[in-house]
């Protein structure tokens, strides 16, 4: 019932910077938790960035290069990268989660959904 689109990806030196960009459609009673994952040829899928209502939550590897924001009207959530780094390189996935209605726009149940993901590659 809830679509997740990503947007963004791409190819930067070390040091450079993007911006991801995604949005959610359908059935949206309530977004609870948008964020951020990655995963890295080889190696476990990992949060990298999440938004709540009650804040933000970075892994330590980006703390103070990525942020996270939310334009809570659009269901809409962005992570700027900055000082990117190779060891960055890696498919990112937008999460969301929250409540989808129903009929006669009653809350229906929880969902959760993920990206297709896209592809970000910092080259060294």
């Known amino acids: 019932q809830v679509e997740v689109v990503e947007s963004g990806g791409g190819l930067v030196q070390a040091g450079g910077s993007l911006r991801l960009s995604c949005v959610a459609s359908?059935?949206?009673?309530?977004?609870?938790?948008m964020g951020w994952y990655r995963q890295a040829p080889g190696k476990q899928r990992e949060m990298v960035a999440l938004?709540?209502?009650?804040?933000?939550d970075y892994v330590d590897s980006v703390n103070g290069r990525f942020t996270i924001s939310r334009d809570n009207a659009k269901n809409t959530v962005y992570l700027q990268m900055n000082a990117l780094k190779p060891e960055d390189t890696a498919v990112y996935y937008c999460?969301?989660?929250?409540?989808?209605?129903?009929?006669?726009?009653?809350?229906?149940?929880?969902?959760?959904?993920w990206g297709q993901g896209t592809q970000v590659t910092v080259s060294s």
């Open positions: 938004g709540t209502s009650g804040g933000t």
């Open positions: 359908g059935s949206i009673y309530s977004m609870n938790v």
């Open positions: 999460y969301a989660s929250g409540t989808y209605y129903g009929g006669a726009y009653a809350p229906a149940g929880d969902f959760t959904s």
